[in-house]
């Protein structure tokens, strides 16, 4: 089995693995990180959505090897000393979630988006989650949510 | 998934050599097909040669007279490449449409080529564009590369380097794309080239094929309405859950028209 390393949410890990496993099986049984979600596991919903080196990228369309010395940021590694990120904290505020279950890809697609487009137009945010889908919300509040943070964010 | 013995190659003569050791061997560049088919068991591959990750074929040149596309650049780096939407406008805007913006940070332009799915935007733009097909073995015009549903002109083990675009004078890329998907149901590529005027259309057949009716309406006038009351036919296209051939018959003629505007 090989070793993959790579650094998730700011610790080094490394772990023997089948070349098989996908990235968001190493997260969630190797790591334990299940906050990043697998919604269809077909490339479609976005639940998975991680970033890597910034990027956001459906964990559950890589491989684990493949990711062999990049750096990975989960759900688990947007909120610093226990503060929230504010993504995060706009979807709280603007009930930007109903089940929760899309959220964390949800909110990491709206963070590498809102680093893309620091001032979005409600059709920039529209079109840049449709990797991202939600079966509660109707969309309505997530978009105010991200609208909210990218004022936050430009501080 | 069926398990496999996983590669990652330094270079294209790396890959080459890896390859070649197996006859069941895989690519893999962005894995956005590759992945989800393995996942259904759709294939089983022996060896994956991963090579995302060479620095040979990944970047963006853009000279006076053409763009030239790494074959392991990302779509996002191609739609966001202020150099290519200067030079061809309606490539850039046809990368920035593929599938999602997660999709887009993985997908790669050759992956896309050698995967040549009947719905895919980037044969329309190689097609209509008149592209060239750079590989480690030769260069394919683009007129020959595409050979029908999923089918290239590549050997099972050649690789994709790059793929020369020349700058059209003017060009233009619609697509009505498949709600759920982001597959186009139909997508039109209409260029004004030196070579004269080429529309290509993607999504409604098996493969991207060239509409030469509207190739000749449009190389006397190239105007929307040079289209008017040109029909294409039915015959051949795709049927299935998402529209009927007559559906795409028509889709073909508003998406070349919304096209030769968008080129204007």
């Not at chain 2, 992945?35 to 060896?47: C, F, I, M, N």
């Not at chain 2, 759920?180 to 260029?191: C, D, L, N, Q």
């Not at chain 2, 040079?226 to 073909?252: C, F, P, Q, T, V």
Request: glycine share 10%; charged share 20%; proline share 4%.
């Amino acid at each position: 089995m090989p070793t993959v390393s790579m650094t998730v949410n700011g610790k080094s890990v490394s772990r023997d693995i089948e070349d098989r496993t996908l990235l968001v099986e190493f997260l969630r049984d190797h790591l334990g990180l299940t906050g990043t979600h697998v919604g269809c596991d077909t490339s479609q919903c976005g639940a998975c959505v991680v970033h890597i080196d910034g990027k956001s990228v459906k964990s559950c369309t890589m491989l684990a090897v493949q990711a062999e010395g990049v750096t990975v940021t989960t759900i688990e590694g947007l909120a610093t000393d226990g503060k929230l990120h504010p993504m995060q904290e706009a979807f709280r505020e603007h009930h930007g979630l109903q089940c929760g279950f899309c959220t964390p890809g949800m909110v990491m697609s709206a963070v590498d988006l809102v680093k893309r487009h620091p001032n979005p137009s409600e059709e920039t945010i529209r079109h840049g989650l449709e990797g991202n889908i939600c079966r509660c919300t109707g969309y309505h509040n997530i978009v105010r949510a991200v609208q909210a943070a990218a004022t936050n964010m430009r501080g | 998934m069926y398990n496999f013995t996983y590669h990652r190659a330094s270079s294209v003569s790396d890959a080459a050599k890896l390859l070649g050791q197996d006859a069941e061997s895989k690519i893999l560049a962005g894995g956005q097909t590759l992945l989800p088919t393995l996942k259904q068991r759709l294939a089983q591959p022996s060896h994956v040669v991963d090579i995302g990750g060479i620095g040979e074929l990944q970047g963006i040149k853009v000279s006076a007279d053409k763009v030239v596309i790494g074959a392991g650049t990302r779509h996002a780096a191609v739609a966001m490449s202020a150099e290519v939407a200067r030079a061809i406008p309606a490539l850039a805007k046809l990368a920035g449409g593929i599938g999602d913006p997660q999709v887009r940070n993985m997908g790669t332009i050759g992956g896309s080529l050698a995967n040549n799915d009947p719905a895919a935007d980037y044969p329309a733009a190689v097609l209509g564009l008149g592209a060239t097909v750079h590989t480690n073995k030769r260069a394919i015009a683009a007129d020959d590369f595409f050979k029908g549903m999923f089918e290239t002109a590549l050997d099972d083990q050649e690789i994709i380097t790059s793929v020369e675009f020349p700058v059209p004078q003017k060009a233009g890329y619609m697509k009505f794309p498949n709600p759920a998907s982001r597959y186009a149901m139909v997508g039109v590529m209409v260029a004004q080239t030196k070579a004269g005027v080429r529309v290509a259309v993607t999504g409604a057949g098996p493969s991207v094929f060239r509409w030469q009716d509207a190739e000749k309406a449009l190389a006397s006038k190239f105007a929307a309405a040079a289209l008017d009351g040109l029909a294409a036919k039915a015959d051949g296209l795709n049927s299935d859950m998402h529209g009927s051939a007559e559906y795409r018959a028509h889709l073909i003629g508003v998406m070349a028209r919304r096209a030769v505007a968008e080129a204007g």
